[in-house]
């Protein structure tokens, strides 16, 4: 597109086209929409809130579908830089900051101030009462909007990465388990009068399933007795499942193919990957906080269960204290606020790399004893730092590549982004047998031996 006009500035950027700006108006219209709807108490004169809703919602849809269409199928396959370092809002310029302060107030009154969302909770009444069977809650509400923008982001993800079957198949996985096993599943939990159970999180990461008094809720709020199948499966997995499928797979197993938390960073995050920090004193602060975080939970998990087996006698309300600074420290600073408005700030994985206590636990694993890895052929490498750049984990990949060393981090989530990014095909991601790095160093010890007895 050549510019038509005569000043020095090009006032029609040449990725916008007009198909383009008629799918973000059409954004900005369910936007508009939903938030007359809020301010007029859930309702906008002459339409019925379910109306609304859907409407909004449809031309939310439609324009990220049209955008996201016209902005990846017109360019060749392949993953390009699409001038993130460039843009205000991915590279912390001032739409940057002011998304990551919208963000992050959107979360403080999220989980202090829900009386604000009164209008906002009632226009989801009737998607509520039709999925639930009871009328809507703020975190109802908040689960409606990220499972929609997994969604939506994820398909803007499915487009970017369609050359790469990898990627193609984490991003479905990750919609299926949002869709399904994060909002459809236990909405009909709750339709069944039955706790809504969440079938995607297990302990560490999800406190409840294995602290007395969570169980305990989970046993008297179930109708039909399923809460003993609950707490059954959350123990199960929490033990025996999370070892043995980290043992074949890594953590990306969950982290990049199952959670919620890395299904957003995975999708709505993406544009942000490459801001995380991956200096040196970066990663020992990563590595002090979130096993602090695991420490934290195992601890409190276990004076929870002593202080109950002597009926209170041991720590008495000091218990209950315990509880609720992990759940206001962890659970709603760290994890919401920090961990998802931070986005546009320190990159999309804030929380998984400095606070959740699942990813610590399926590190160690991983670190200690798992196939999972990521090798590399150092001969290959052009040092282009591509890895390095779009690693979301912190990760300096490009000095493993360039000494052609495997790569078994704790913090690594096996998304795979190194890989698809590296033009050379250095880096793969590959579950090998355990003593694989001891005959890799054989081998290059014959390699060297050979070369030096030849080179004589």
């Given at each position: ?14 990725l ?27 309702t906008v ?5 379910a ?16 955008y ?6 017109h ?11 460039f ?5 912390r310029?001032i ?11 959107f979360?403080?009154?999220l989980?202090?101030?829900p ?7 009632k226009l989801?009444d ?9 009328a ?6 908040y ?5 929609l923008?997994?969604?939506l ?22 919609v299926?388990?949002?869709?399904g096993f ?6 009909y939990m709750?339709l ?9 999180y ?8 294995l ?9 008297r709020?179930?109708?039909?007795g ?8 959350s123990?199960?997995?929490?033990f025996?499942?999370?070892p043995?499928?980290t043992y074949?797979f ?7 193919w ?11 995050g993406?544009a942000?990957?490459h801001?995380?920090?991956k ?7 990563e590595?002090w906080?979130v ?7 195992t ?14 006698a ?12 992990y ?15 931070f986005?546009?700030?320190m ?14 636990i ?14 590399s052929?150092?001969s ?10 779009y ?29 698809a990014?590296?033009?050379?095909g ?5 579950n090998?047998?355990l003593?694989?790095d ?11 031996k ?5 080179a004589?």
């Amino acid at each position: 597109m050549q510019n038509p006009s005569l000043s020095i500035a090009n006032p029609a950027p040449t990725l916008t086209t007009a198909k383009q700006k008629a799918a973000l108006a059409a954004v900005a219209l369910g936007i508009l929409l939903i938030l007359i709807a809020w301010s007029g108490g859930g309702t906008v004169p002459g339409m019925q809130p379910a109306v609304v809703l859907a409407v909004a919602v449809a031309l939310i849809s439609a324009g990220s579908v049209v955008y996201a269409r016209d902005l990846y199928l017109h360019l060749p396959k392949g993953i390009h830089n699409n001038g993130v370092f460039f843009k205000s809002l991915s590279s912390r310029g001032i739409a940057g900051w002011m998304l990551g302060v919208a963000i992050t107030g959107f979360y403080v009154v999220l989980y202090w101030f829900p009386a604000y969302f009164g209008g906002l909770i009632k226009l989801f009444d009737p998607l509520s009462m039709a999925l639930r069977g009871r009328a809507a809650d703020q975190w109802f509400v908040y689960g409606s909007f990220y499972t929609l923008s997994v969604l939506l982001m994820g398909y803007k993800f499915a487009l970017k990465y369609r050359h790469n079957r990898y990627q193609l198949l984490r991003t479905a996985s990750v919609v299926f388990f949002q869709l399904g096993f994060a909002f459809l599943i236990p909405a009909y939990m709750l339709l069944m009068n039955e706790p809504e159970y969440y079938f995607s999180y297990f302990w560490p990461l999800k406190t409840d399933s294995l602290k007395p008094d969570g169980i305990d809720w989970i046993v008297r709020s179930s109708s039909h007795g399923w809460g003993l199948y609950f707490i059954g499966f959350s123990i199960l997995m929490a033990f025996v499942g999370v070892p043995i499928l980290t043992y074949f797979f890594g953590k990306r197993w969950y982290c990049s193919w199952v959670c919620g938390c890395g299904g957003l960073a995975e999708t709505t995050g993406d544009a942000f990957r490459h801001l995380s920090d991956k200096s040196l004193k970066s990663w020992k602060i990563e590595r002090w906080m979130v096993h602090s975080v695991l420490v934290f939970v195992t601890v409190m998990t276990a004076l929870l269960w002593i202080n109950s087996a002597y009926q209170g006698a041991v720590l008495g309300r000091l218990s209950m204290g315990f509880s609720k600074t992990y759940a206001f420290l962890i659970g709603a600073v760290f994890s919401g606020v920090v961990g998802t408005g931070f986005y546009p700030i320190m990159g999309s994985r804030v929380w998984c790399r400095f606070g959740c206590p699942q990813a610590a636990i399926l590190g160690i694993f991983q670190r200690k004893k798992s196939k999972f890895r990521i090798t590399s052929n150092g001969s290959q490498c052009i040092s282009c730092g591509n890895c390095s750049t779009y690693c979301e984990m912190g990760i300096d990949v490009r000095s493993y590549a360039q000494k052609g060393q495997d790569i078994v981090r704790a913090s690594c989530v096996g998304c795979g982004i190194c890989a698809a990014v590296c033009p050379r095909g250095v880096l793969r991601l590959e579950n090998g047998d355990l003593d694989i790095d001891e005959r890799a160093e054989q081998l290059r010890a014959v390699h060297v031996k050979k070369g030096n007895e030849s080179a004589g």
